[in-house]
């Protein structure tokens, strides 16, 4: 399993800032955030599935675009997989006609363009040998972070999410993890920020960090730009012997 980083920044601003956007191998997109503009039209005819965290729009900004772009050019439609409530938000919100079409009944409600499967927590999906499971969030909208099993080894990405022990009880059990990718979007002077918002920041990521019983290499991911120095430097100075380091873009894992 090759997963490739698109997007990791909480926000745009110059040609190293994507958001959220993750692509496992050359047909899965976990997230499409504005990372997933960087592919050629190509890559994004082969994108066959697509698992969102949750609907708020630096993580689904380029869904709209990228199944009118590439419709044409598939056989099927792109399944998207989501929850229930994130699938409600995108009809309701997106692909309502007045947004955007609804690609989920052109070019017909027989052979649409996209279509939505539902996730539950902790129900795995298995495509070719692949397992993506579902994992607790705690975010301000429906949420679920992911682990990506490939047999040999696992990456787990966080979503965006505040405090959830229910996370890393989940984490805890998965016998295979070898990298844990971690949003923290706030430095701790905005910690009441994050709170509220359900992110974390440096502070909040130390307290979390200590209920993981397992040593993965750890990444940080959605970071807010303009705060990326302070909040890594207090991330590095309040870590002890985690060591997270900070996600790139098009930076490869393989498992």
Same mark, same amino acid.
């Given at each position: ?21 993750? #692509? ?20 994004? @005819? ?16 380029? #869904?709209? +675009? ?22 409600? !938000?995108?009809?309701?919100?997106? =692909? *309502? ?7 989920? @009944?052109?070019?017909?409600? !027989? @052979?649409?363009?996209?279509?939505? &499967?539902?996730? @539950? ?33 696992? #990456? ?15 984490? *805890?059990?998965?016998? *295979? ?8 979007? =706030?430095?701790?002077? &905005? ?8 992110? #974390?920041?440096?502070?909040? +990521?130390? &307290?979390? +960090? ?8 750890? =990444? ?12 890594? !430097? ?15 873009? *098009?930076?490869?894992?393989? +498992?």
């Amino acid at each position: 399993m090759k997963i490739r980083i698109l997007g990791c920044s909480g926000g745009i601003g110059g040609r190293h800032l994507r958001t959220t956007s993750i #692509l496992v191998d050359h047909d899965i997109l976990v997230d499409c955030g504005t990372g997933v503009a960087d592919l050629s039209i190509a890559e994004l @005819a082969q994108i066959d599935h697509m698992f969102l965290t949750h609907n708020h729009i630096d993580h689904i900004a380029c #869904l709209p +675009l990228m199944v009118d772009t590439v419709g044409d050019l598939r056989d099927r439609p792109l399944t998207v997989h989501a929850l229930p409530a994130t699938e409600e !938000a995108l009809r309701r919100h997106i =692909f *309502n006609w007045t947004i955007w079409p609804d690609f989920t @009944a052109i070019p017909s409600p !027989a @052979a649409p363009c996209l279509r939505f &499967e539902g996730i @539950a927590l902790g129900r795995p999906v298995e495509l070719q040998g692949r397992r993506i499971v579902p994992l607790p969030a705690n975010h301000t909208v429906p949420a679920v972070g992911y682990q990506l099993d490939s047999g040999a080894g696992s #990456l787990v990405f966080s979503g965006d999410s505040g405090p959830c022990p229910e996370f890393w009880a989940a984490v *805890n059990a998965i016998d *295979n993890l070898r990298t844990l990718l971690i949003e923290t979007a =706030f430095s701790n002077r &905005e910690r009441k920020l994050a709170e509220t918002s359900r992110h #974390l920041c440096p502070s909040m +990521l130390g &307290e979390e +960090l200590r209920q993981l019983r397992a040593t993965p290499e750890i =990444f940080i991911t959605h970071l807010k730009p303009g705060q990326i120095e302070l909040t890594m !430097a207090e991330i590095e100075a309040g870590s002890g012997a985690c060591k997270p380091r900070m996600l790139q873009n *098009n930076q490869v894992f393989e +498992l």
